[in-house]
C-alpha cells in the first residue's frame, strides 16, 4: 500500500545537491531521475530516521575525532556550515549546494576532509572532488575561494589522499554532462532496482515504479540451472 503524500511543489530552478552527483558520475547509481527529480520538485522526502539518528551520532563522533587531530598538527580548521557553498551556474539559474565535513588550512596548505562512517563506496573520491573543485569557485566560502584544494577521505582508522590531479578534463565533462541531465527540462527515464530503491529518498506516493522490498515467505522453486 503507498502511503498519501502531498504533491511535489516545482522549484523556481534547479537546485542539486553534490551528494545526488557522486554516484552516478561514478556509474555505481543508474538511476537519472530521482536526481532530477529532488534537483527540480519539492517534496515530503522518505527517510529511514533511526537510521539517520545513528548515522549522525557515528558521524559526530569521527568529525570530532578528526577535527582534533588536526588542530593537534597545527592546522586552523573549520566545519560543515562554515565550509557550506552554493555555486551557480552558467544557466544563472541552476544552484550546486553543499557542505564539506572539515576544511583544514596551515599557511599556503588547504585540504577538504570527507568523514565516511559507513564501509567503502566506489564513489567516495567522487564528491571529495566535487567538493574541491567547487570549494574554490566564486560563490565558494571565503577561506576556500581561488584557493588550490587537496582532498582526503577519513574512515574509522584510516585516511586515504585525493589528489587535486584528479580533477582532469574528463572528470569536469562527465560532471557538466550529469549536472545538465539534472536541471535539464526533459525528464529521464526511471531504472528502479532493489538496491537503489531502498536508499532513495524519493517516496513511492511520486514513483509508481519504485522497488519496494517484499518478504519471500514461500518455499524456492526447483530449477535445474546448477
Given at each position: ?82 565550509n557550506s557553498f552554493k555555486i551557480t551556474g552558467k544557466d544563472k539559474k541552476t ?132
Amino acid at each position: 500500500m503507498v502511503n498519501q503524500v502531498s504533491p511535489p511543489t516545482p522549484k523556481q530552478a534547479p537546485y542539486i545537491w553534490v551528494t545526488w552527483l557522486a554516484p552516478l558520475i561514478d556509474g555505481a547509481n543508474h538511476c537519472h531521475w530521482a536526481a532530477w527529480f529532488q534537483a527540480n520538485y519539492w517534496f515530503d522526502k522518505s527517510d529511514d530516521k533511526d537510521f539517520v539518528a545513528e548515522w549522525r551520532m557515528k558521524h559526530e563522533s569521527l568529525l570530532n575525532q578528526r577535527v582534533e587531530e588536526l588542530e593537534h598538527e597545527g592546522y586552523d580548521v573549520y566545519v560543515e556550515d562554515e565550509n557550506s557553498f552554493k555555486i551557480t551556474g552558467k544557466d544563472k539559474k541552476t544552484v550546486i549546494s553543499g557542505k564539506a565535513d572539515i576544511v583544514a588550512i596551515r599557511g599556503d596548505e588547504v585540504i577538504v576532509e570527507d568523514c565516511k562512517t559507513g564501509r567503502k563506496r566506489s564513489y567516495d573520491h567522487i564528491q571529495v572532488l566535487m567538493y574541491m573543485m567547487l570549494l574554490a569557485a566564486p560563490g565558494g566560502p571565503a577561506h576556500c575561494r581561488k584557493k588550490k584544494i587537496e582532498g582526503r577521505l577519513v574512515y574509522n582508522g584510516e585516511v586515504i589522499d585525493v589528489p587535486s590531479d584528479l580533477l582532469t578534463a574528463d572528470f569536469k565533462d562527465a560532471f557538466r554532462s550529469i549536472v545538465r541531465m539534472a536541471s535539464g527540462t526533459e525528464e529521464p527515464r526511471k531504472t528502479p532496482s532493489a538496491r537503489e530503491c531502498r536508499y532513495c529518498k524519493v517516496p513511492a506516493g511520486h514513483c509508481s515504479e519504485r522497488f519496494e522490498e517484499q518478504s519471500d515467505d514461500g518455499e524456492l522453486e526447483e530449477h535445474d540451472l546448477f
